[in-house]
Nanobody, 123 residues
Framework: QVQLVESGGGLVQAGGSLRLTCRAS????????VGWFRQAPGSEREAVSC????????YYADSVKGRFTISRDNAANTVYLHMNSLKPEDTGVYYCGDALGQPQCVPSQYGDWGQGTQVTVSS
């Protein structure tokens, strides 16, 4: 009943762009913080970007700052991650999660994880 679903991943060449979508079903994201996190093979899950429920708070990892943009479409119950100038180091499975309160953009403070969507950036 409560589910987040990630989509939009794929294979792209370095320098290319992708838009990831995190869509909620069974509840409304209107009052939730939403974060994007990624996990490369053999690595821990790490924060990419987070946004507050009113977009008053945004966070970007230093590695993606200036290249990625997080946005919300509350009418569609959806959060996007626009990824530009992709690099091979961006490769991984991208997950979205939600949080209440005033979370830091760290995996331990987010939940309702989706199944993830694979992003592969080739050289």
């Amino acid at each position: 009943q409560v589910q987040l679903v990630e989509s939009g991943g794929g294979l792209v060449q370095a320098g290319g762009s992708l838009r990831l979508t995190c869509r909620a079903s069974g509840f409304s994201l209107d009052h939730f913080h939403v974060g994007w996190f990624r996990q490369a093979p053999g690595s821990e899950r790490e924060a990419v970007s987070c946004t507050g429920y009113n977009d008053g708070y945004t966070y970007y990892a230093d590695s993606v700052k200036g290249r990625f943009t997080i946005s919300r479409d509350n009418a569609a119950n959806t959060v996007y991650l626009h990824m530009n100038s992709l690099k091979p180091e961006d490769t991984g499975v991208y997950y979205c999660g939600d949080a209440l309160g005033q979370p830091q953009c760290v995996p331990s403070q987010y939940g309702d994880w989706g199944q993830g969507t694979q992003v592969t950036v080739s050289s």
